[in-house]
């Protein structure tokens, strides 16, 4: 029963990012404020959509803690419902992204429409000077920017390696970091195209200054953070 709901789910998600791409793809010499929001609907209805077919539920906790300007969004890596959920969440966003997503069709098209920072992740080093210039572009268009630090999604109940790109963002632009977690592979696991029925919690955390403060210091900051978020949220 839970595959043919999933299943539901995933055609009825797929027939209308195809429609949504297809306006955008129309309208693509539009500024990205205009493209953002005609594909950012995919996104609010595929959270309703998982509710109707699913009853995946969505709870957020500390939402007055969004900041009022664009910052760097770090959230931990678990399930492909995150570039969703957040998108509901926060503000206009865009996200680091491993460049074969791109090639996804349909689903790659609508990333590619809203400038993404695109890497390459065998070449570290040219990534994180794109990660770090590309995204000061970002933070001073007014877009945030969302980075999962582990790189590769883990199992629920785990955490990865965080690595710095985000924070090296955030310390270049001096803007603060918004720490997030997650539990959304409890429900929608790694690499599983079966849905699971329950209530997805999403922490927000108080903003992180950058002032005095490394980019080892704030990883460490961001990570301890997450860790104790996830000891804490079921």
Not at 205 to 232: F, Y
């Amino acid at each position: 029963m839970l595959f043919l709901r999933s299943l539901i789910y995933f055609l009825g998600s797929a027939v209308v990012l195809a429609t949504l791409v297809a306006i955008a793809l129309m309208v693509f010499f539009t500024p990205v404020k205009v493209r953002y929001a005609i594909l950012s609907k995919w996104s609010v209805f595929c959270i309703w959509w998982l509710r109707i077919t699913l009853n995946v539920k969505l709870k957020v906790i500390g939402e007055e803690n969004i900041p009022k300007k664009p910052c760097v969004i770090i959230s931990n890596h678990q399930s492909t419902w995150e570039t969703i959920g957040l998108q509901t969440i926060f503000p206009h966003q865009t996200w680091v992204l491993k460049q074969e997503l791109q090639w996804i069709p349909v689903f790659g098209w609508g990333l590619s429409l809203l400038k993404p920072i695109i890497i390459d992740r065998g070449e570290k080093l040219k990534a994180l000077k794109k990660v770090i210039k590309q995204g000061a572009a970002r933070i001073s268009e007014g877009i945030f920017v969302v980075v999962f630090p582990e790189g590769t999604r883990q199992p629920y109940g785990q955490l990865g390696e965080y690595q710095k790109g985000g924070v090296s963002i955030a310390k270049k632009t001096l803007c603060d970091i918004s720490p997030v977690y997650h539990n959304a592979g409890k429900l929608w696991p790694k690499g599983s195209f079966v849905k699971y029925p329950g209530t997805i919690t999403v922490v927000i955390g108080e903003p992180i200054s950058v002032a005095g403060k490394s980019a080892t210091q704030l990883i460490n900051e961001v990570r301890d953070w997450t860790e104790a978020q996830s000891k804490s949220v079921n």
